[in-house]
């Protein structure tokens, strides 16, 4: 079988790296010739092929790119694949990529779908063979897709390692604002708070505990990825930031009025995540 994966990073790349040697034979496509030269060095793929060949021999596609490009991408993918091959998307938003091709004549052979997994690096040397073992894939409107093509992704997130669950798209954009792309912005923002007032990097290098390492470590995410992440979720992000911002101000008012009861009241609510995490 040929596995063909568009974008050959951190999610792609890693992908590559964990199917390899399953009768398989990756092939990577991708804009960046040295990320393509990359990528064969790493063996994250056995071949590099131009975009229009690698589709017409493609069985299984797997499209790794940023969510707006992936998009801008998705229709031309299934306009020129096999009538049998099959598109699975690796995007972080569902809603938009979903309703692009929902009328699509090809839209059976399409699975959408976000394995949750990731680094805060990007680009071939950050892939790594174990990056989906044991993480949460969710495939959104599986009854559009047939019964072939979701059985084919799913034996992919098997040799993968990774536990499916299945959701609507827009509950998934909905959920995935709060998890994963609210603690994004938060690691940008303290990144950014933390540069404006600490002018002195070095001070920032001596002083930091692991607290602050491990909570702005996401700050260090690719802009390039992030960013249309961040725009094509905006309406359930704007709700998400609006809550957070609640409790920011919260927190502000009950240290301003060195109310330390509230804090601790605000500091005992937010502990119930350890109900939820261990």
Not at 188 to 214: M, P, Q, W, Y
Not at 230 to 236: C, G, R, T, V
Request: glycine letters at 6%.
């Amino acid at each position: 079988m040929n596995i063909v994966i568009i974008g050959v990073g951190l999610i792609g790349g890693s992908a590559g790296l964990a199917l390899r040697g399953f009768l398989t034979t990756i092939i990577g496509v991708g804009r960046n010739p040295e990320k393509n030269k990359r990528a064969m060095e790493l063996g994250l793929v056995d071949k590099i092929m131009p975009y229009d060949e690698a589709l017409k021999i493609g069985d299984l596609i797997i499209i790794a790119i940023p969510v707006d490009s992936a998009e801008n991408l998705i229709t031309d993918v299934l306009n020129k694949i096999k009538s049998d091959a099959v598109v699975v998307d690796m995007s972080s938003t569902k809603q938009r990529i979903c309703e692009v091709i929902r009328n699509h004549p090809r839209r059976r052979n399409f699975v959408a779908s976000h394995p949750i997994a990731g680094t805060e690096y990007s680009g071939p040397d950050a892939a790594i063979p174990n990056l989906f073992t044991d993480k949460v894939s969710i495939i959104c409107e599986k009854e559009l897709s047939s019964k072939e093509a979701l059985a084919k992704v799913l034996e992919m997130y098997k040799i993968l390692k990774m536990n499916v669950i299945y959701m609507n798209s827009k509950e998934h954009d909905k959920h995935i604002a709060y998890v994963s792309q609210l603690s994004h912005i938060s690691s940008f923002v303290l990144s950014l708070t933390v540069f404006e007032i600490e002018k002195d990097e070095k001070n920032i290098f001596n002083l930091a505990g692991s607290g602050f390492a491990s909570t702005v470590r996401l700050a260090k995410s690719s802009p390039d990825m992030w960013a249309p992440i961040l725009e094509q979720n905006s309406e359930h992000l704007s709700k998400a930031l609006t809550t957070y911002m609640n409790y920011l101000n919260k927190f502000k008012t009950s240290i301003e009025e060195k109310d330390k009861s509230k804090l601790h009241e605000l500091i005992t609510e937010a502990n119930i995540i350890k109900k939820v995490l261990k």
